[in-house]
T-cell receptor, first 113, second 111 residues
Framework: DAEITQSPRHKITETGRQVTLACHQT?????MFWYRQDLGHGLRLIHY???????NKGEVSDGYSVSRSNTEDLPLTLESAASSQTSVYFC????????????FGPGTRLLVL | RKEVEQDPGPFNVPEGATVAFNCTYS??????FFWYRQDCRKEPKLLMS???SGNEDGRFTAQLNRASQYISLLIRDSKLSDSATYLC????????????FGSGTQLTVLP
């Protein structure tokens, strides 16, 4: 069955370190998204991609970057982790024919000390 | 003002009760509306779309009021398994691929 996976599921890191969160989908979806979820804020869009080599900034992109070298993967990099980036990160993907339906990965819980 | 606002709850209701959630959106050009469900410590999943004429899916009814810019979700005959956070989601005109999420309304159905 097609799926979307994230790794690691849990991560503890220190302020200033570079961290990369992986997202891999086997749906063959063109659209991929990264969100963070914090209490009181709901899901906020960090970066998104509509296809290979396409990346765009979302609402809260500062301090994050993404790259899209193939259809399946959209890794999220925190260039220099900050305590304010402690959060739960969700990756999602959607088909261009049903773009209103996004399929989410299980999430990555990141703690920056 | 947030683009999508929901009462965070929590709503604690007994099994079998009827419960309703409302959600308001600020962008009058918003074109599509949805409810997602998120179980505790899990990922969000699409529950249902919200159409202008209203729509029903079993015990769940979703309605849209464009004039007042709010959508609602009604759950009848609540089950324990309905306990979750319900996220109101809006797509603004011209950005069909981007969803804007509300903060969610937490529901706990009590035995």
């Amino acid at each position: 069955d097609a799926e979307i996976t994230q790794s690691p599921r849990h991560k503890i890191t220190e302020t200033g370190r570079q961290v990369t969160l992986a997202c891999h989908q086997t749906w063959n979806h063109n659209n991929m998204f990264w969100y963070r979820q914090d209490l009181g804020h709901g899901l906020r869009l960090i970066h998104y991609s509509y296809g290979v080599q396409d990346t765009n900034k979302g609402e809260v992109s500062d301090g994050y970057s993404v790259s899209r070298s193939n259809t399946e993967d959209l890794p999220l990099t925190l260039e220099s982790a900050a305590s304010s980036q402690t959060s739960v990160y969700f990756c999602a993907s959607s088909d261009t024919r049903r773009e209103e339906t996004q399929y989410f990965g299980p999430g990555t819980r990141l703690l920056v000390l | 003002r947030k683009e999508v606002e929901q009462d965070p709850g929590p709503f604690n209701v007994p099994e079998g009760a009827t419960v309703a959630f409302n959600c308001t959106y600020s962008n009058s050009a918003s074109q599509s509306f949805f409810w997602y469900r998120q179980d505790c410590r899990k990922e969000p999943k699409l529950l249902m779309s919200v159409y202008s004429s209203g729509n029903e899916d079993g015990r769940f009814t979703a309605q849209l009021n464009r004039a007042s810019q709010y959508i609602s979700l009604l759950i009848r005959d609540s089950k324990l398994s309905d306990s979750a956070t319900y996220l109101c989601v809006v797509i603004a005109s011209g950005s069909a691929r981007q969803l804007t999420f509300g903060s969610g309304t937490q529901l706990t159905v009590l035995p």
